[in-house]
Each structure stands twice: as C-alpha cells, then as structure tokens.
C-alpha cells in the first residue's frame, strides 16, 4: 500500500481508500478525540465479527434448508428448525466431533479424508434427534446431506459472506 502524507506533519496519511492516523506521532491534548475515534472502531471490529456471526448462523441455516429441498430423506419442518439445528450441529461438531476426528485421524489419511463425511453424517444423526423438526431417515441421506452440505455451505459462504 503506498500511503502520502496528508496533512503535513500530523501523522494522518491517506492511501487509495483509507486514511491511517497514527497516534503516537501526534499530540495527545491537540488529537485526543482521536483515542475517542479509536476506542469507536475497535467496538465497530467487534460488532462486525458479531455480525459476521449471524451472516454465518443465517447462511448454515439456508444450507440446511437447500440440502432438504436436494436430498431425499433429509427433512427440516422450516427456517426455525433449521436456524437451531444449525447451532446445534456446531455444538456437535465442536465437541463431540472433534474427538471423533481425532480418534479415527488414521483412518481419515488412509480414506484421504472421505472418513470424515461418515463422521459428519454423524453428527447430522446426532443433531437430527435432538432437534425437533429435524429428521433424516438413515445413514445414507445423512451421508450424502453431509457432502451437499459441506458444498453449499461452501458455495454460499464464499458468495454472500464478508470478507
């Protein structure tokens, strides 16, 4: 990034999109609303990775939605279902998946990773009976709901999400 000094010799630079204060060069009784402006855009980075939270919860709640309406057998009652099973596959996969991705990590280099779908469909089983208006009719649609899960997930996350 080539950045050109803009005001002198005050420390603000401005580059093609952005200026960047820098703070330690300035003088703190002149620019002290800079420390004001700077406390602002650290809770506005933390919003946005809170907002970068429900964009991802949203988009795995419609992934799971588009996997119903794709797989037979893989079946979600509406938006709120998919909105919990969402949350609920991330706790089980956050937990109870990760050990068993550890544990059966041999197996997994053998089959170069095909292994975990089998885990993943697992863990769909797993959230699909605690989840009420979630349910998938076996091991095969869960199987086979992993795999288009992972790829729709993907595909959206890669097209609607931020940066």
């Known amino acids: 990034m080539n950045f050109a000094r803009c005001d002198g010799e005050t420390g603000v630079f401005q580059g093609a999109d952005s200026v960047v204060v820098f703070v330690n060069v300035l003088d703190s009784e002149k620019f002290g609303h800079l420390v004001y402006l ?12 809170m ?26 009652s509406g938006f709120t279902a998919a909105l919990i099973a969402s949350v ?47 349910r998938i009719d076996g091991f095969l649609p869960a199987f086979f709901g992993a795999i288009v899960l992972s790829l729709v997930n993907m595909v959206l996350k890669a097209v609607l999400a931020p940066a």
């Open 38 to 49: 700077n406390s602002i855009s650290r809770r506005l980075r933390y919003d946005c990775g």
């Open 51 to 76: 907002t970068h939270l429900l964009i991802n919860w949203l988009l795995s709640a419609v992934s799971l939605v588009i996997v119903a309406h794709l797989v037979p057998g893989f079946q979600i």
């Open 88 to 134: 609920v596959i991330g706790f089980v996969n956050g937990t109870l998946g990760f050990v068993l991705k550890i544990i059966t990590l041999p197996l997994s280099i053998l089959t170069l990773g095909i292994f975990w779908f089998v885990i993943n469909a697992l863990m769909l089983e797993v959230a699909a009976a605690l989840v009420p208006g979630f």
